[in-house]
């Protein structure tokens, strides 16, 4: 069974999910509980959640996010300071 817990637990979903928020577009997750029940995860949600403290079929996986996770916040603050958004930029 696949759920929202399980799906969180991957390293690899724990990167795309990073991925997603650090990306200089502005997106969104849903989570569908049921067909009538959905929600938006929030932005920030990946802070508890690190990438490498995740579950990997591979342990060797592990240890190439490092500079997969560097280059995401490099460019996410390359974005932010190109168009002078200090508040964010800090943040």
Do not use: Q
Request: aromatic share 10%; glycine share 6%.
């Amino acid at each position: 069974i696949v759920d929202y817990r399980s799906w969180k637990s991957r390293g690899w979903c724990r990167l795309e999910r990073m991925a997603r928020v650090l990306s200089p577009r502005s997106t969104t997750m849903v989570l569908v509980k049921h067909k009538d029940t959905i929600f938006e995860v929030g932005p920030h949600e990946y802070l508890f959640d690190p990438v490498a403290r995740g579950s990997f079929g591979y342990e060797e996986d592990r240890c190439r996010l490092g500079p997969l996770v560097k280059r995401l916040v490099a460019n996410k603050l390359a974005t932010l300071a190109a168009s002078c958004n200090m508040e964010e930029y800090r943040h």
